[in-house]
């Protein structure tokens, strides 16, 4: 990215929030910007113009030593972008809290592993979906079928009206029923957090810049 582009995307943003506080990294520092940084900053300009109430986050959910970028408004939706070979990929695209139940969305810090929860009817059924990076950093499933849980013996039993039975939960992996032992086998164990949304475009380039000198 040359100078004159940096600046131009510095001036829109300026306009986009109204804030004249950041002062620019000194130029042989943004001369230094690693292409994924750059890539980054690319990224967060793009999401500022189109929601200039759009916050940032850098995670690490590979164990690599590029973090991911998350993206969005907390408590209403998140993105999370990753760099690799094609550039930039799209591995979480405007997810929405609330929608189906869900609190929010999980990542293991460098264990390559994100997870969602997803609740119908007042929580009756839960479904689980894992997600990691592949080496082409493209997003990919861990399974071919959502895991679910719920208190119908059959999934889809409350479409001709039938009642939850609260005292007995069911477990399913897709359509087929399995025993709780193998619903267990399936769930993959971490240390996993909320992606936390809420830095803003100027305090991701102060820690961009930090991991450059690093």
């Known amino acids: 990215m040359t100078i004159t582009k940096y600046l131009l995307l510095l001036l829109g943003l300026l306009f986009l929030t109204g804030s004249g506080s950041y002062q620019e990294p000194?130029?042989?520092e943004m001369n230094q910007m690693d292409g994924?940084?750059?890539?980054?900053?690319?990224?967060?300009?793009?999401?500022?113009?189109?929601?200039?109430?759009?916050s940032f986050e850098l995670i690490y959910v590979d164990d690599d030593d590029i973090p991911e970028l998350a993206a969005g408004r907390q408590g209403v939706y998140v993105s999370v972008f990753?760099?690799?070979?094609?550039?930039?990929?799209?591995?979480v695209d405007q997810c929405g809290y609330g929608v189906m139940g869900v609190a929010g969305y999980e990542y293991s810090p460098r264990d390559n592993v994100m997870?969602?929860?997803?609740?119908?009817?007042?929580?009756?059924?839960?479904?689980l979906d894992y997600w990691r990076i592949g080496e082409d950093k493209e997003r990919e499933e861990f399974y071919d079928q959502a895991l679910c849980c719920s208190y119908y013996n059959e999934i889809y039993e409350m479409a001709d009206g039938g009642e939850?039975?609260?005292?007995?939960?069911y477990y399913f992996y897709g359509d087929e029923q399995i025993t709780p032992e193998e619903y267990d086998s399936y769930?993959?164990?971490?240390?996993?957090?909320?992606?936390?949304?809420g830095k803003s475009y100027e305090e991701i380039m102060d820690e961009l810049m930090e991991i450059r000198k690093e």
């Open 164 to 169: 939850p039975d609260w005292e007995t939960m």
């Open 82 to 91: 990753s760099y690799g070979p094609k550039g930039i990929t799209t591995i």
């Open 26 to 28: 000194p130029k042989t």
């Open 115 to 127: 997870r969602v929860y997803d609740a119908d009817f007042a929580g009756a059924i839960m479904w």
């Open 187 to 197: 769930l993959i164990d971490g240390d996993y957090c909320y992606i936390v949304l």
């Open 36 to 54: 994924w940084m750059e890539a980054y900053v690319d990224k967060m300009t793009e999401c500022m113009q189109e929601d200039p109430e759009s």
